[in-house]
């Protein structure tokens, strides 16, 4: 497990504040992602990931142009999104876009697809809501497909059938690497089995070990559809400092802010200091000191046999210059423990 264990970062591009307090630009903070992205790549951690949004506090709609950027300053690092919304693009366009960010980096790409849990982009986009079941299982069918990397024979009901199409361009070698994201529906664990193809978890609250469920289902669909199972993977929020008490500090009032506006939108009431201190103690929220950090990772690895964690490293207006520090501090400090922890 622990020769195999990958670490990721993941980030929406929230938008964060300049030294004066005021948001930054949406260009800038793009910006700043990439230089995260280049220290990551610097400090060895395995996978970057980007999170697609249509939305005033997150910078980044367009992952695969950004990570295209990060592919010509990077040499190792990992590029993929967290996640993509396949519910509301084209599985061709997503194809391609992927397979040209493999092609720039050298076969460093990767893709998370997921329905996605805002809905901005499906007024955007002109999709029905009323459809979000149905467009994910078509257009996830036909992504299945465009994997196999041979003429497309296709038909389904809510788009155009293909006939004997080659898509383009081809990934160079083997086949692009499709995780399925999951943020909590069996049907959806099972589905990743059908289609031969890893599983992200998405546990953003809560004991990560209520998971354990999901995991055993994957398992058992697998032994069902007589394969061996794919990987498992993990996407949590967290945040790193040189100490447990300072960790919460800088970060409590900026995820508060990301949190309750969030919340507002979903009906939820405002997320108190008590609830923050629950989640980072027995909960999904991997805030505190280097070993405090590996600690809760290297038990949720355990706990859930997963082959790669990804630490969802920003949170609301919280600055650049904090983002990079835990950045460092991750792939410095926490993931040396987490390896030497598992050993």
């Given at each position: 497990m622990t020769t195999s264990l990958e670490f990721g970062l993941d980030t929406f591009g929230d938008v964060t504040r300049d030294d004066a307090g005021a948001p930054l630009p949406h260009p800038q903070v793009i910006r700043n992602v990439i230089d995260e992205a280049v220290l990551a790549d610097e400090l060895g951690?395995?996978?970057?990931?980007?999170?697609?949004?249509?939305?005033?506090?997150?910078a980044i709609s367009a992952p695969e142009v950004v990570?295209?950027?990060?592919?010509?300053?990077?040499?190792?690092i990992r590029l993929g999104?967290?996640?993509?919304?396949?519910?509301?693009?084209?599985?061709?366009?997503?194809?391609?876009?992927?397979?040209?960010?493999?092609?720039?980096?050298?076969?460093?790409?990767?893709?998370?697809?997921?329905?996605?849990?805002?809905t901005e982009s499906f007024p955007l986009f002109g999709f029905d809501l009323n459809q979000?079941?149905?467009?994910?299982?078509?257009?996830?069918?036909?992504?299945?497909?465009l994997l196999k990397q041979e003429p497309v024979t296709w038909q389904g009901k809510l788009r155009a059938p293909l006939s004997n199409q080659l898509v383009f361009p081809p990934i160079e070698h083997g086949r692009l690497k499709t995780w399925i994201g999951v943020?909590?529906?069996?049907?959806?664990?099972v589905r990743a089995a059908h289609y031969d193809l890893p599983l992200m978890l998405a546990i953003i609250g809560g004991d990560p070990k209520r998971f354990a469920p999901y995991v055993e289902l994957y398992h058992r669909a697998f032994k069902q559809f007589d394969r061996p199972a794919k990987a498992i993977g993990v996407h949590s929020p967290g945040y790193v400092a040189d100490s447990d008490e300072q960790a919460r500090e800088e970060l409590f009032s900026d995820y508060k802010t990301m949190r309750d506006r969030i919340g507002r939108e979903r009906g939820w009431?405002?997320?108190?200091?008590?609830?923050?201190?629950?989640?980072?103690?027995?909960?999904?929220?991997?805030?505190?000191?280097?070993?405090?950090?590996?600690?809760?990772?290297?038990?949720?690895?355990?706990?859930?046999?997963?082959?790669?964690?990804?630490?969802?490293?920003?949170?609301?207006?919280?600055?650049h210059e904090r983002l990079m520090r835990s950045i460092e501090l991750y792939g410095q400090k926490v993931v040396p423990l987490v390896r030497d922890m598992l050993a």
């Open positions: 951690i395995d996978f970057i990931g980007l999170g697609e949004h249509h939305r005033a506090d997150f990570l295209a950027a990060i592919a010509a300053r990077t040499k190792q999104s967290a996640v993509t919304v396949l519910s509301s693009d084209d599985p061709i366009r997503v194809f391609q876009r992927f397979a040209t960010v493999d092609a720039a980096s050298n076969g460093r790409a990767e893709v998370i697809l997921g329905r996605g849990s805002f979000y079941e149905a467009l994910f299982e078509e257009k996830l069918d036909l992504f299945a497909e943020g909590g529906s069996p049907e959806s664990v009431p405002p997320m108190g200091r008590d609830e923050f201190v629950r989640e980072a103690e027995h909960g999904s929220l991997y805030v505190g000191s280097p070993g405090t950090v590996a600690r809760k990772i290297a038990a949720t690895v355990k706990a859930l046999g997963v082959a790669r964690f990804q630490l969802k490293y920003s949170a609301g207006p919280l600055p």
